[in-house]
């Protein structure tokens, strides 16, 4: 597997974002999921030629007879 | 002429045989809304007098022969996040465009140009950003079949108008089960089609790579001519689909024996037992008329799940960056907290779940397609929850609640693939639910097909007003 993990680390502090702040707790609770689903993304990509692009999905979405 | 459990189409037909004014459909339409807002709590605002306006200029029109369409003085109402002239959408919150718009949606514009008029702007969950009917800033939508019971979101007005025969039928908007939930927890119908295959020029974004817009109706002949109104491309959209638009009226007669009817029982069996039961019930409904079960086996669900919330939640999180940054308590708790959450996802993670779709997608139709038709799928996992049960608001619980809700319904519009949302036949007094069936892309014919075959068996019902 790659090696590269781009998941967010944790956070000790309160931070401002976006004009409000949130404290350890909050962040902790989005970050879990958050690492979650790059976990995920991490494991996708490992099966992710180089090439892929993020217009394929309309290749992949054209009609075809099955 | 019971006038609330008609179809778009036989009004329109019975209006242009003089068989009723327009304005008696439409002062019927309001008349029943009323109500049904005071129960339900369906509408953000009404829009009487202009819609009685519009009424007598069908009328006049008819009575001079001018030429009609097909949906000719039919009061319809739709969910507020379409641009309409010279109107400020509510978008189902406290922000809005400061300037009112100067042109219709172009879905709204396809509508007016068949002869449909708007009676009232429909309830929506706080910018079509949440899947229960949920709204802190609205009010919560109550189910018109048991008012402790959520309406299923973010289409709730919508579904609330259909469901209860004030109107035929509606837009809804879809970026994770917003069409699909509202239609099964209401007891009627919706189609979300192939990302792209709808125009969504001028409706309110929220995720531009997810968002479908499509119709609720309470008979499948209301989606088939609604959504052949709606499709085709739009170059005021530019990602919107150049394919040719088929006849979906036609579909409604194509025989649907031997048709395959795609099962992962693995995946089902995540579903509570009861639905689980209701599916079956439902299947039965096709077999018997002349469909096959086959199964099918579904990898990487959950992993699409996840990829689907990679892709949504920045693109939300930058949609709503200005004006969370400046205006962040005109927000909802349950919003706000959601929003947030697209702050905190890694670019690169972003990225992969948008360069994994088409390989995602690849994946799937070969896992699903090369065996069946179309795959059946819960549209809930749970029966319809309470109110008060998903009343989490922004808590620490939001994401978990929500997740379930929308666990069948949201890796689909990853995949991008058109999903029919149908009732499961109701027993005594159930709340109603519904199920899904999902087709390959751009083949909404063939769901189309199969809907109008269930509904011979399971026809449309009416909600209760009072």
């Known amino acids: ?12 502090h309160p931070i401002s974002l976006t004009g409000h702040e949130l404290n350890p707790a909050q962040i902790e609770t989005i970050l879990s999921h958050v690492r979650q689903w790059s976990k995920t993304a991490l494991k996708i990509s490992d099966r992710l030629p180089l090439g892929a692009d993020s217009t394929d999905v309309f290749r992949s979405l054209k009609p075809r007879e099955r | 002429m019971d006038l609330s459990r008609l179809s778009a189409r036989s009004l329109a037909g019975a209006i242009r045989n003089r068989e009723i004014s327009s304005r008696e459909a439409t002062e019927a339409a309001i008349a029943r809304l009323k109500p049904v807002h005071d129960r339900c709590n369906a509408v953000i605002s009404f829009e009487d007098d202009e819609a009685l306006a519009a009424a007598d200029r069908a009328d006049a029109a008819l009575a001079d022969d001018a030429p009609t369409g097909p949906l000719h003085g039919v009061p319809l109402a739709h969910k507020d996040m379409f641009d309409r002239v010279g109107k400020i959408a509510s978008w189902g919150g406290n922000i809005q465009a400061t300037e009112p718009a100067e042109s219709d949606a172009t879905v709204i514009a396809r509508l007016k140009h068949a002869g449909a008029l708007q009676i009232a702007a429909l309830h929506l969950t706080e910018f079509a950003f949440g899947p229960t009917g949920h709204n802190y800033i609205r009010g919560h939508a109550r189910n018109p079949w048991a008012t402790d019971r959520i309406t299923g979101g973010s289409s709730s007005g919508s ?23 509202p239609a099964a ?35 499948m002949e209301d989606i088939a001519l609604l959504f052949g109104l709606l499709a085709g491309h739009d170059q005021r959209d530019g990602a919107s689909s150049t394919l040719p638009v088929p006849d979906y009226l036609a579909a409604l007669d194509t025989p649907v024996s031997g048709m395959k009817i795609g099962i992962d029982e693995r995946l089902m069996s995540e579903a509570d037992g009861k ?32 990829l689907t919330q990679l892709l949504q939640l920045p693109e939300v999180a930058s949609a709503h960056g200005a004006y969370i940054r400046d205006r962040g308590d005109d927000y909802g708790p349950q919003v706000r907290s959601r929003i947030l959450f697209g702050h905190f996802v890694p670019a690169a ?20 397609f090369s065996r069946c038709n179309a795959l059946m799928l819960p549209t809930f996992a749970d029966p319809v929850p309470t109110i008060a049960e998903l009343d989490v608001a922004g808590g620490p619980s939001l994401m978990a609640k929500i997740a379930r809700v929308i666990y069948y319904t949201r ?26 069936l999902v087709g390959q892309p751009f083949d909404e014919a063939t769901l189309i097909s199969l809907g109008a075959a269930y509904e011979a068996s399971v026809p449309p019902e009416v909600a209760p007003i009072a």
């Not at chain 2, 077999?287 to 096959?292: K, P």
Request: charged share 20%; proline share 7%; with cysteine.
């Open chain 2, 411 to 436: 890796p689909i519009n990853y995949l991008a693939l058109p999903a029919l949302t149908m009732p499961y036949p109701r027993r005594d007094d159930a709340v109603p639910n519904g199920f899904q």
């Open chain 2, 159 to 181: 579904a609330i108008s259909v469901a209860t025969g004030v109107v035929p039928a509606a837009l809804g908007s879809d970026t994770a089960g917003s069409l699909r939930l």
């Open chain 2, 185 to 219: 927890a209401c007891g009627i119908k919706s189609l979300k089609g192939t990302w792209t295959r709808v125009s969504r020029a001028g409706c309110m974004p929220l995720s531009g790579a997810l968002d479908c817009v499509g119709p609720i109706a309470r008979y």
């Open chain 1, 1 to 12: 597997m790659n090696e590269t993990n781009s998941a967010p680390p944790h956070v000790s």
């Open chain 2, 275 to 306: 639905v689980q039961a209701l599916v079956a019930a439902a299947l039965d409904v096709l077999v018997d008329a002349g469909c096959e079960k086959v199964a099918v086996s579904i990898r990487d669900w959950r992993e699409i799940d996840h």
């Open chain 2, 349 to 368: 993670d972003h990225q992969t779940a948008a360069r994994a779709r088409g390989m995602m997608i690849d994946a799937f139709l070969d896992q699903v």
